[in-house]
């Protein structure tokens, strides 16, 4: 736990044994293999910013799709270049978009080529959710720009929740137009090239396809390479794909499914992230 705008991070060298299995830290805090602090050369480096389906929950750490499609991409590579691709998860669950900026801020010491940032249903909600939790618990906003917006939509200290909520609502767009323009600012000072990943949920909400399609439409005027994975399970059935009845985390065959359409849309356009041919 932190007391910072991050709110909560993993803790490095960590190890839990589960139900569904092993949840481990490499000595980074990320529930992936060890990496140097700098790639080595000749390497593509990417990091993964996510949630708790990005990181893996329920699944094996070689059953993730970060896993298996950084396999799949290097299996490629060494009958083609030679080259190397290196996928960071720097995923957390319980992340919602503000926390990203934050994240970014964080892994820019790993000197990446490549930012993924991958997008959930409910992304304005999510956006405002979350700074509806931290202005009230009083956690200082270390963005001013962010800063600005807030004070925009009128919201007080001493408002409750639903009232901070009900403000924050009117300027979601806004607010989650920041997020993404930050990050793609970001990684345009640094020579970085971000990507905007769209991983639908198993069981969407009432209302997804439009916030989905605003979250896409904010997401390309910032500057982000789009990856929409929508329609990537249907015709299939939802509970099949997921860990439990209960529990709607995508399963080991759903994250084979997500890595062959994102390995699928790298194939297609390599160039875009920062690959040679594949």
């Known amino acids: 736990m932190r ?40 390497t593509v480096r990417g990091v993964l910013l996510g949630y708790s389906t990005v990181l893996g929950w329920g699944v094996n750490q070689d059953e993730t799709f970060e896993a298996i499609l ?19 998860n720097l995923s957390v669950p ?11 801020d964080e892994s820019l010491k790993f000197a990446p080529d490549v930012v993924f940032y991958t997008a959930a249903g409910r992304e304005q909600w999510n ?15 270390p963005y001013p720009d962010l800063k600005a917006l807030i004070g925009e939509a009128g919201v007080q200290p001493e408002m409750d929740r639903p009232e901070i909520l009900k403000r924050l609502k009117l300027h979601e767009e806004a607010l989650l137009g920041w997020v993404y323009e930050y990050i793609a ?4 000072a640094e020579a970085i090239r971000p990507v905007w990943i769209y991983l639908p949920p198993l069981f969407p909400t009432a209302g997804e396809p439009e916030e989905r399609g605003m979250a896409r439409e ?30 709607m985390h995508p399963n080991a065959k759903a994250h084979e499914r997500i890595a062959t359409y994102l390995y699928d849309a790298i194939q297609s356009r390599p160039q875009a992230f920062k690959l040679p041919a594949l």
């Open 3 to 42: 007391d910072d705008f991050l709110q909560v991070d993993l803790a490095p060298g960590f190890r839990s044994e589960t139900e569904h299995g092993a949840i481990e830290t490499n000595r980074w805090g990320m529930r992936d293999q060890d990496y140097p602090l700098l790639p080595p050369d000749g």
């Open 70 to 88: 950084e396999e799949r991409i290097n299996d490629r590579l060494a009958e083609t270049s030679g080259g190397r691709f290196e996928l960071l």
């Open 94 to 104: 319980g992340y919602r978009p503000p926390q990203q900026a934050m994240a970014l």
């Open 127 to 141: 956006t405002i959710n979350f700074l509806a939790d931290i202005l009230e618990k009083g956690v200082d906003i």
């Open 185 to 188: 600012q970001r990684c345009a």
């Open 218 to 247: 904010l997401a390309q005027a910032a500057g982000f390479e789009i990856v929409d994975l929508t329609g990537i399970f249907d015709g299939e059935d939802p509970v099949a794909l997921s860990l439990e009845q209960w529990d």
